[in-house]
Nanobody, 117 residues
Framework: QVQLVESGGGLVQAGGSLRLSCATSVSIFSFLSMGWYRRAPGNQRELVGAIIRGGSTNYADSVKGRFTISRDNDKNTVYLQMNSLKPEDTAVYYC???????????WGQGTQVTVSS
């Protein structure tokens, strides 16, 4: 059974950095893509960014130049490095992974990121 376990959220001041991790129970090459969504209170879920199997990445305009997605193939872990954090980045961040047989994706439990001004 596929499991995604997130870690690394917390409270940080504006301008600070955090790194989120998403560890999978299977090889990350099992997935077509992996990435991160976030949901802030009262807002819809927003795609933050993704990394596809081949290694290419894409990001929401709101985080381009500040956030970076990477992966460690040996550890079956995907990371979201968040720099220059802003209060509007405050949200619950969810890791996801998609396969051909599950395009709705597998999801992590979510981790809270709070950026204080």
């Amino acid at each position: 059974q596929v499991q995604l376990v997130e870690s690394g959220g917390g409270l940080v001041q504006a301008g600070g950095s955090l790194r989120l991790s998403c560890a999978t129970s299977v090889s990350i090459f099992s997935f077509l893509s992996m990435g991160w969504y976030r949901r802030a209170p009262g807002n819809q879920r927003e795609l933050v960014g993704a990394i596809i199997r081949g290694g290419s990445t894409n990001y929401a305009d709101s985080v381009k130049g500040r956030f970076t997605i990477s992966r460690d193939n040996d550890k079956n872990t995907v990371y979201l490095q968040m720099n220059s954090l802003k209060p509007e980045d405050t949200a619950v961040y969810y890791c996801y992974a998609r396969t051909l047989s599950n395009m709705d994706g597998y999801w992590g439990q979510g981790t809270q990121v709070t950026v204080s001004s």
